[in-house]
């Protein structure tokens, strides 16, 4: 086996990493740091992060049991790893890689990035590795083996034996992708790394951790690798309050979620088993299943329809008819139980989308107003008012609904006639889409927690009423004024025919105009639901009368 440090890129064993100011100094005790061109405000943020991470991979180092010198931390995810791993050892247009298929998509779309060739191997029916296949596949130019475990898309984790033969035999760098070893029972290969000088293990915060969004992978290798990551990559690859929170989140714990996921995902396989269109649930290591079904297109589609979206990878080596689909809270598994049951029945005929118009034409403003109740959420606002124009949209935005206004209004004179015109036609569009208001959910309440608090309250029982708790103390918003607020929702409050109660705190004008807003619009999705046990109730039996 050649010492995998000659595997290198000459150019990388070469490089003259970049040195950062903070390389540059040890030891002293500074408190006037003017080495970094940095601001001297403290705002939290103003100072460069650790280019080594010091304190995260300590808690790293604790959490997996292994030396702080074998770590590599990437900002961008495992991404940043695996893009690295091709620079370290892969000669652009000369060498190439193997792995796996069906593998995780971004080894393939990293290896053209570095113009390095991508040599697969097909696993088999049922996707059990076949370590002299791979080693066939290899040549004197072969730098990595990919090998996903528990891999992505198929769920199945390979034994460490195999993988550390494999290590063994193979004359370039493996690397193993463990982003799911978490929910694994096989073990991990870390514990393999110090026999296996030419092993690389990927982890990440992305999966069992819930921390995708902060786009968090590791690296381990042996510690002469591991320091070649650490000279290739940013000086500043991991921004200080990522840093900081990934340190909290780890010292939180995994707070017996992957318990869940892995009870979740038995729960899910056994449901989903007794779907008339699954053919085939492959056995999971991860926190999703590998569903093989009649017709994995038209599942996908009706899926989406039922507002549930999985991963088609019907078109993957071996997957034929096959989706992934994520293992979710008990609530999620349930309806995606539920939705997979329904596949291939007809759909319910829709009840037709409660559509509303309302064209008005006075002296001062002349206003065009259509309502969709039922979406697609959408609008096209104007009235000339850019502030109201900015209010208005929140409510296809949070309703879910399809709204347009347009309004030329007599704005010269002022704003009264027009905010008080789109309040009414708006209203009288609103009740024209609910009709009978037959099996409607009737009552709405919202109360989102922005910079301002508003609480609105609806009933479209049909009894008009109208309450008003909020003090701004600014005369104007933009180009509106605040006084014309309670108007505006008062008069809607009439011509909608509502019950209608708004109550709103906060420092700023302007969020405390977009809290009512959006929690009007919050509110009124709800009541305007149709509720799904009780479509042919009626929604009052006063008011409609
Ligand atoms: C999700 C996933 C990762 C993690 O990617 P991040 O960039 O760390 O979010 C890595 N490898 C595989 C196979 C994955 O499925």
New binding site residues.
């Given amino acids: 086996m050649t010492d995998p440090l000659r595997l290198i890129r000459p150019n990388i064993l070469a490089l003259e990493p970049y040195a950062t100011a903070r390389d540059e100094f040890k030891g002293g005790d500074i408190s006037v740091w003017l080495d970094a061109n940095e601001s001297p405000y403290t705002n939290g943020v103003n100072r460069y992060p650790d280019p080594h991470q010091k304190e995260l991979k300590g808690v790293i180092a604790r959490l997996k049991g292994v030396d702080e010198n074998t770590i590599f931390v990437g900002g961008?995810?495992?991404?940043e790893a695996i893009d690295l791993t091709y620079r370290i050892f892969c000669r652009p247009g000369i060498d190439n890689v193997v792995a796996i298929a069906p593998s995780?998509g971004?080894y393939r779309v990293a290896a053209a990035i570095n113009d390095v060739e991508y040599r697969e191997v097909e696993l088999d029916e049922n996707f059990s590795l076949d370590t002299d296949a791979l080693l066939a596949a290899t040549d004197a130019n072969t730098r990595l083996m990919w090998i996903?475990s528990p891999n992505?898309p198929t769920g199945n984790a390979f034994a460490t034996e195999d993988l550390e033969r494999l290590a063994d035999r193979f004359d370039g760098m493996l690397v193993v992708?463990e982003?799911?070893v978490d929910f694994s029972t096989r073990g991990t290969m870390l514990d393999a790394l110090p026999r296996h000088k030419n092993l690389i293990v990927?982890q990440?915060f992305?999966?069992a951790w819930g921390m995708?969004g902060l786009?968090v992978?590791m690296a381990f290798a042996h510690p002469e690798i591991a320091a070649v990551y650490a000279r290739v990559k940013y000086p500043y690859n991991l921004n200080g309050p990522t840093q900081r929170e990934v340190v909290r989140r780890i010292a939180d714990g995994l707070q017996g979620h992957v318990e869940e996921i892995r009870s979740e995902a038995a729960r899910l396989a056994k449901g989903l088993g007794e779907a008339e269109w699954v053919e085939r649930i492959y056995p999971t290591d991860a926190n999703f299943l590998l569903v093989k079904v009649k017709d994995a297109s038209e599942a996908y589609r009706e899926l989406i329809g039922r507002g549930i979206l999985v991963r088609n990878r019907s078109g993957m080596p071996g997957c034929a008819g096959c989706l992934r689909v994520t293992v979710g809270t008990p609530a999620e598994n349930d309806l995606t139980i539920a939705a997979f049951r329904q596949l291939g029945h007809k759909p319910q005929t829709q009840a037709p989308a409660r559509k509303g118009e309302v064209s008005r034409t006075t002296s001062e403003t002349d206003i065009r107003v259509e309502v969709n109740l039922d979406g697609p959420a959408g609008s096209e606002i104007d009235t000339g008012l850019k502030f109201l124009d900015h209010m208005l949209w929140q409510i296809p935005h949070h309703a879910g609904i399809g709204l347009k206004i347009i309004c030329h209004g007599d704005l010269e004179v002022d704003e009264h006639h027009t905010m008080e015109d789109v309040a009414i036609s708006l209203g009288e569009a609103i009740r024209t889409a609910l009709g009978d208001k037959r099996g409607i959910e009737r009552y709405g309440f919202c109360l989102p927690m922005d910079e301002s608090r508003a609480m609105v309250l609806i009933d479209l029982g049909g009894r008009i009423d109208f309450e008003w708790d909020v003090a701004f103390t600014r005369e104007y918003v933009g180009d509106t004024p605040t006084e014309m607020m309670s108007h505006f929702f008062k008069s809607l409050a009439s011509s909608m025919r509502c019950n209608l109660h708004i109550s709103a705190r906060g420092d700023n004008n302007h969020h405390i105009a977009e809290a009512i807003f959006k929690a009007f619009a919050r509110a009124l999705k709800a009541a305007v639901r149709r509720d799904p046990l009780n479509s042919a109730a009626i929604a009052s039996s006063k008011g409609l009368l």
């Fill in positions: 961008a995810g495992s991404d995780y971004v996903c992505n992708d982003a799911y990927l990440t992305s999966k995708a786009r992978g």
